[in-house]
């Protein structure tokens, strides 16, 4: 089984409260690869531009990602994004955004990778997404999640790509401004009108909430005493997230639930360092200790 990962590898500039750090690693694909390998083999789809630096690309080399997709345009230049983060660092500015190659790119999958198990549909055009998900053959299950630019830019667009997915993940923010509510259940419950079987609403240091026709799953978040950088956390929950369901051999509700703990737990590590760094050092055995401490965080009794 084989997870294919499509948006955007990028270079980030981010700024939060204590440090400012310049020509980072980064991009929506970039944490999400990097958080399924942890379970099971990548495909990374993306472009960058030819002023991509080489080292950039050897951090993600070595691992259980094919790069046969992260293609190099000729005198392209590499998406860049740029971010300020306040005090709390939940809330950010968004300083700009250069789509670079990502204007215009056209993706188109390698030989063979019709056949990927699972597909997480990282922020970009919502056409290119769905049409991303319209090559595969027969995807076990697919993910969609986007930011504010596209939003802004193409909602239409990106409310019909949702509808085509098996899941739809996005930030509490973005959830409520889709919805137009300020209630999240609300807003997860009206995500669900037209197609999608799951909505993950991802609520920051405060952990994810799930909600299908059927359910309404609340994790918490890992109660760290220091965050460096919430920079692709929400990619890395989706990467671990896809990640794990890809290994198990049926998709049921207890195993969604598993798996939304999986992907809280890999976010929780991608937040200790910045852009990508905490997870290019992650072991899987570090993600498994920590899945039983959450486990035993949120255990309780029955009371009479």
Same mark, same amino acid.
């Given at each position: ?15 939060? /409260?204590? &440090? ?91 030989? +063979?990778?019709?056949?990927?198990? &699972? ?29 504010? =630019? ?16 098996? =899941? ?18 609300? &807003? ?7 197609? /999608? ?9 405060? +952990? ?9 799953? @609340? ?8 965050? @460096?950088?919430?920079? +692709? ?9 896809? +990640?794990?369901?890809?290994?198990? /051999? ?55």
């Amino acid at each position: 089984m084989t997870l294919l990962v499509a948006g955007w590898v990028a270079i980030d500039e981010i700024e939060t /409260p204590f &440090a400012k750090i310049s020509n980072s690693l980064g991009g929506s694909a970039t944490c999400a690869a990097l958080a399924g390998a942890l379970f099971t083999g990548v495909r990374l789809l993306a472009a960058v531009g030819e002023d991509f630096p080489a080292a950039e690309r050897r951090k993600l080399e070595g691992r259980r990602i094919d790069l046969a997709g992260l293609a190099t345009i000729p005198g392209g230049v590499t998406s860049r994004w740029g971010g300020r983060y306040h005090f709390d660092m939940n809330t950010r500015d968004t300083l700009y955004t250069e789509l670079g190659v990502n204007a215009d790119w056209q993706p188109r999958l390698p030989k +063979g990778w019709e056949d990927s198990g &699972a597909a997480f549909l990282a922020a970009g055009d919502p056409l290119l997404q769905r049409t991303i998900m319209g090559s595969l053959a027969a995807p076990r299950v697919t993910m969609v999640d986007t930011i504010k =630019f596209f939003i802004d830019s193409a909602l239409d667009e990106l409310r019909e790509t949702m509808r085509q997915a098996d =899941f739809v993940s996005l930030n509490e923010s973005e959830a409520r401004e889709i919805a137009r509510t300020p209630s999240i259940a609300r &807003a997860g419950r009206t995500l669900l009108d037209g197609g /999608p079987r799951g909505v993950l609403i991802k609520l920051g240091e405060y +952990g994810a909430a799930f909600i299908s026709p059927h359910d309404y799953f @609340v994790a918490p978040g890992y109660p760290l005493e220091e965050v @460096v950088d919430p920079t +692709g956390a929400g990619d890395a929950f989706a990467g671990g997230f896809l +990640g794990y369901l890809d290994t198990v /051999p049926e998709i049921t509700p207890a195993q969604v639930r598993r798996a939304v703990i999986y992907g809280s737990t890999v976010a929780s590590f991608q937040v200790e360092g910045y852009g990508p760094a905490r997870l290019l050092t992650l072991t899987r055995d570090e993600v498994e200790a920590r899945y039983l401490e959450f486990r035993a965080l949120t255990h309780f009794e029955a009371g009479k």
